[in-house]
């Protein structure tokens, strides 16, 4: 999954150069009549996406699907621009027909990636999720394929190898894997073997990806990219279908187009990248025994989010804090059953914290404060040697 990432490295920024400039990458007025079929990146001289399927040179088939992907409109009404999209893979998987299109919404400068299926002879959208960084889709190496029996995989032909979640070998043909067993809400880890390219002069033995589980709702795309391996750590024993709620860390903040609210798009604190976390240290919360804290971190299209995690001893169910966007002083709503907190950090140093009169700390350290959240606002600040930060929180709803 090398390429044009959100906050890449230098190095995997290169990789992307080689990889526009190699290529020829989509021309933008190029007028066909259908679909492209396959995507014309190259790395080298490697079609990184080359027709694959049975259905790949098929006339009909690449006209069908691309009357329904004409027809497909995003939850805001875009549409998806034609030249500059492409069918990654169509034929027959497991007696069904499957096409994977990766379709271009300038509107929402959004990459889809559509699934369709056969209604009778016809061509349907029956399924797509939406990656927030532009172009993301075609420089990936590995998709999601939503399957009745399970997860399915399409990967690059970058890919020499994905290993399954535990650990194995993944078998597949025309770049589709064999059913994957991924839990509803849990994240399972995905590792790819990259070949040497130009892009990758010695390829790359460990390219991670984290599935977040097959109940994720569409059109929030369920792979993470994971490359030290601190996203898996980090959601274990998480429960992701709760991190994706209203509520959660992942679900909580919706997605703004301009000055309108897009409820049905994929929330604007979803994850993309780099979700790792931090331990605040180990507190006693809802009168048990203490437990751990730590601070969820993750980088989504508009910048680093955070989140507050507490685990309780003996093994209970974690609590999660809606998100909060990366700033000096964080602030949390932390739903403990029959107590709910307000968690403040920072990490400044010789910063002085303050919160309103008659409030009760039951945590009070260096960086981290924890009081108990009234039904009116609290305003919390935070004197640093030249500027003050300020915070406030309202009851929970």
Known sequence: MVSARRGATTGTALAALLLVTVGCGPVADRQPKDLRVGYDSLDGTLAVWPPRGSLARDAAATAGITEAVRDWRS???????????????????????????????????ASWLLQLDQDGQRWRVAHATEYTDPGYLVYSDVLPVRQPEGRRYLTSARVERLLGPDGRVLGGADGVTDPVAVPACRAVELTATLRPTPSLPRGRAADRVLDLGTATEAPRYPLVRDETGAGKRALTGLDTCALAGERGPFGSLPRRLGDREAPRSAPESWPMAK??????????????????????????????????VYRP??????????????????????????????????????????????????????????????????????????KTWYRSLSAPR
């Open 75 to 109: 939850p805001v009404d875009d549409r998806v621009h034609v030249p500059s999209s492409g069918i990654l893979f169509s034929g027959q998987v497991a007696g069904s027909a499957l096409a994977l299109v990766a379709a271009d919404v300038p509107g929402e400068a």
């Open 275 to 308: 979700i790792a976390t931090r331990s605040l240290g180990e507190v006693a919360l809802g009168g048990g025994e203490p437990g751990d804290l730590e601070q969820l971190s993750w980088e989504t299209a508009t910048g680093t989010m955070t989140a507050v």
């Open 313 to 386: 001893a003996g093994g209970g169910t974690p609590v999660v804090s809606p998100a909060d966007r990366s700033t000096t002083l964080q602030a949390y709503h932390l739903p403990v059953p029959g107590q709910p907190l307000a968690v403040l950090t920072w990490r400044t140093r010789d910063a002085s914290f303050a919160a309103p009169p008659g409030t009760t700390r039951l945590v009070d350290r260096p960086g981290l404060v924890v009081v108990e959240q009234t039904d009116a606002k609290q305003t919390f600040s935070l004197a640093g040697t030249e």
